[in-house]
């Protein structure tokens, strides 16, 4: 990987030190080891593309135009943190004027757990950052500005049941005998905000290598989990015979 600074003001004389760190990954004890790091003087008109695939810190949110691939979740459900052998697929609230409406919570004690058919991409090549559209029922949360606080996280499912059914998942058996803070991945792919408003969507970025790693088997899902105080409800594919249901968007190299 690399990243190439743009108007760095630094003279002749000047000391320069270079920093490398492993940021936002989770509350255990990480090591990473590194074979090779190189700091040096490039002209960024003629040093070439960084190597990778970086995503701008709090990415701009892609047209959705631009994406050829519009996949709904094949299965969602909820993973309860206290009760959990309680499947909660049906989690509901009685709508005033449309009635029973499942919905996906969020909240500290409880994760949305997300997973795709992506059968017919095996084998192919994503093109580049995708997006993960969720559909807002409504969400609480302190009204005070707090930094990093009443987000949403959203992480790799990385170990357990890779192909756990919305209608019978617990969180033992989503887990799968082991534990949770290594089914899912403690880094996560981005941490946003919820767009407030019944029927409003948020969307997240997607990076290429995560797309990637779905297409190829390797994470089995996204989870949805709660960073600081917040309760946020979106709806689930029950509705409407998934009009509502969380999608991924992205492109496959032709």
Known sequence: ????????????????????????????KYRVDVD????????????????????????????????????TVAQDSMIDLVDTDVNENDWSVQD?????????????????????????FAGKKVADHGLLE?????????????????????????GGDPIW????????SFCNYEPLNRVLNSQMIID?????GDGVKTYLTISKTILQRMID???HGIAIKALGAIEASFYSMENEQG???????????K
Do not use: C
Not at 1 to 28: C, K, N, Q, Y
Not at 42 to 65: C, M, R, S, W
Not at 143 to 154: C, N, P, Q, S
Not at 165 to 172: E, N
């Open 192 to 196: 946003w905000p919820v767009t407030p």
């Open 217 to 219: 088997g390797r994470t």
């Open 96 to 120: 005033r004027s449309r009635g029973k409406i499942n919905l996906l919570a969020v909240d500290e004690s409880h994760h949305g757990i997300l997973r795709w058919d992506l059968s017919r």
């Open 165 to 172: 059914d919305q209608k019978t998942v617990t969180t033992d």
């Open 36 to 71: 090779y790091i190189k700091v040096d003087r490039v002209d960024p008109a003629t040093a070439g593309p960084d190597k990778g695939d970086p995503i701008p810190y709090h990415p701009p949110v892609a047209d959705l135009n631009k994406f050829s691939e519009h996949l």
């Open 1 to 28: 990987i690399s990243m190439t600074t743009h108007g760095f003001d630094a003279r002749p004389g000047d000391t320069v030190f270079g920093h490398m760190a492993l940021m936002d990954w989770g509350l255990e």
């Open 134 to 158: 969720l559909t807002t029922y409504s969400i609480q949360r302190k009204a005070e500005y707090v930094k990093d606080f009443g987000l949403i996280r959203v992480v790799e499912i990385l």
């Open 243 to 253: 009009k509502y249901g969380a999608r991924l968007h992205f492109n496959i190299q």
